[in-house]
């Protein structure tokens, strides 16, 4: 099956679409983007992801010519011309093309551009993963200082990451000069402590406001756990009892490592675990 991805308003094949060289996503990573999971052709949490996509556009001051309300029409079809069961939905939307220039182009001159596809991920793969667990490496955040803003320019991010991969780990914790992790190259950083406290860094300018991180947030509250927003060191995350991380690719992923120092004997933890397990009943499913 030949996959199709949206630019613009057209469906294309895959290895026909294309951007124009002087888009300014291409150029100045001028563009905020969106992750939405898809799980048995449902979309998870989607009206929190567009209302998160409508902050980030406003933050960087980028009017589009099209209405968010129109994406998730879009959405569903590239859903069903891809034949997506599980998996994700990428969206990004870029302030358009036109000379390069530093300031702003007209929005009338250059109209935004909008790319739209699906892909699908098998969901048995993840959930073996968080069985086993991940391990992390603690990174400097090299960041610039709007990371809650969803930007495409994420290159201290992928140097992370690659990293991490580097050196036998699946994902980068940050963190700033006082040595308090920040969050993941691409997920949000979460400890629980001995007294079954779970810890995440408070969502200000410092880290992004993760959709699956507010979607723990509130099974706290079935589970009858405790909730706090601080920072933690890295010392804290090294005696901590368990360890996880969350993001729209991964949901709970359990940490059984970070740097050399074993989480939870090396094993995935039963928080962690639980949390992953019951995180789709509680969240907003659209169909």
């Not at 201290?156 to 914790?173: D, N």
């Not at 992004?208 to 405790?226: A, N, S």
Request: hydrophobic share 40%.
């Amino acid at each position: 099956m030949t996959r199709t991805i949206y630019v613009n308003g057209c469906y294309q094949p895959y290895n026909n679409a294309l951007l124009h060289v002087e888009d300014r996503a291409t150029l100045f990573a001028d563009a905020v983007y969106e992750v939405v999971e898809v799980k048995a052709g449902k979309l998870v949490d989607q009206d929190a992801h567009l209302e998160r996509l409508e902050r980030s556009l406003s933050e960087i001051k980028l009017v589009t010519d099209f209405s968010i309300k129109t994406i998730p029409f879009i959405i569903r079809e590239s859903i069903r011309r891809n034949r997506v069961k599980n998996g994700y939905v990428y969206i990004q939307v870029s302030r358009g093309s036109g000379q390069r220039d530093f300031i702003f182009p007209s929005a009338n001159e250059t109209p935004a551009t909008l790319i739209i596809f699906a892909r699908s991920k098998n969901p048995l793969k993840l959930d073996e993963k968080s069985k086993k667990g991940i391990k992390v490496i603690t990174h400097p955040d090299l960041r610039w200082k709007r990371p809650d803003i969803k930007t495409t320019g994420l290159l201290a991010s992928v140097l992370a990451r690659q990293t991490a991969i580097e050196q036998g780990a699946e994902e980068a914790w940050l963190y700033n000069e006082d040595k308090f992790i920040t969050e993941g190259a691409a997920s949000n950083a979460w400890i629980v402590t001995k007294q079954n406290e779970l810890i995440t860094h408070p969502a200000n300018q410092s880290i992004l406001k993760g959709i699956t991180r507010e979607g723990v947030i509130r099974l706290t509250k079935e589970l009858d756990l405790t909730y706090i927003e601080r920072p933690f060191t890295i010392e804290e995350a090294n005696d901590a009892k368990e360890a996880f991380i969350t993001a729209a690719t991964n949901l709970v992923m359990p940490v059984t490592q970070i740097d050399e120092k074993s989480v939870y004997d090396g094993k995935s933890g039963p928080i962690s675990l639980k949390l992953r397990e019951i995180f789709h009943e509680f969240a907003q499913i659209s169909y």
